[in-house]
Structures are given as C-alpha cells and as structure tokens.
C-alpha cells in the first residue's frame, strides 16, 4: 500500500475496501416535502425569489438549453440540488441538505483536526508508514 501510494503520488489511504452506502430516492416532491424539514424550509423561501421550482427524478441532455430553468431534483436522500438562474445572473447550483447539529459539528471538528495532525510530509517510505499505521488505529 505505501509503495503504491509512492509511486502513483496518490496520497488516499485505504485501510480496506469499504462498501458505500446506497442512499434512497424520494420520487415524489410532496413526499419529499413531508418527510424532509429543510427542503420544505428552502423550498418556502425559493418560491418567493424564483416561483415554485420543477421536481424532476434525472436531468436530461435537453434541459441544459433551457434558459432559465428552475429545478430541482433528487440525488439521494436527504439531498436535493437545485438548479436555477434568474435574468442577467449566471446559474446557481444549490445544494439542499439538512444542517450539523451542534454535536456533529463538534465530532466533524474532533475528526478534522485529527487529520490535520497527521497532514504532513514524509521524508521516507517507513515515515509514511508510521503515519498511516497511526491514521487507521
């Protein structure tokens, strides 16, 4: 693993393979609204400014000539994007995901700092390797 990240000049360390979750797709916008109070919060300030965005489950080739589109879609629960713009602005890509409560912003601090620690240099293969024997205790 150090050599190949050596010479790739890769600086991810995998400690094993890992399965990423499969997030689901809520398919229905009043569905989505329901079960999700920062979409229904953002949805109720947008359509003061852009009117009541278009749900759409995938973005198609098409859509990309639209002048000015006001989407937004699905990309795996709770996260929603949407795409819009307004006349003489460019397009703005939001993302709409719930807030950090004040503990995760607390562990997501914790869980940074301890990479900041270890975000440092090698000067040899066995220097790395002590590092990354230390990052996936």
């Given at each position: 693993?150090?050599?190949?990240?050596?010479?790739?000049?890769?600086?991810v360390i995998k400690k094993d393979k890992i399965e990423l979750p499969v997030y689901d797709i809520t398919r229905d916008f009043n569905d989505a609204l329901r079960k999700y109070d920062h979409l229904k919060e953002y949805i109720e300030k947008i359509s003061k400014i852009v009117g009541m965005p278009e749900w759409y489950i995938e973005l198609s080739r098409e859509m990309r000539d639209i002048e000015y589109p006001n989407i937004i879609y699905p990309v795996g629960d709770p996260i929603f994007i949407h795409i819009y713009r307004l006349p003489g602005?460019?397009?703005?890509y939001v993302a709409i995901e719930p807030q950090l409560t004040d503990k995760e912003k607390e562990?997501?601090?914790k869980i940074q700092?301890?990479?900041?620690?270890?975000?440092?240099?090698?000067?040899?293969?066995?220097?790395m390797q002590d590092i990354y024997d230390q990052l996936v205790r």
């Open positions: 693993m150090v050599e190949q990240v050596l010479q790739q000049k890769e600086y602005e460019s397009l703005s562990l997501l601090e700092s301890k990479i900041v620690k270890f975000a440092v240099e090698w000067e040899t293969k066995e220097n």
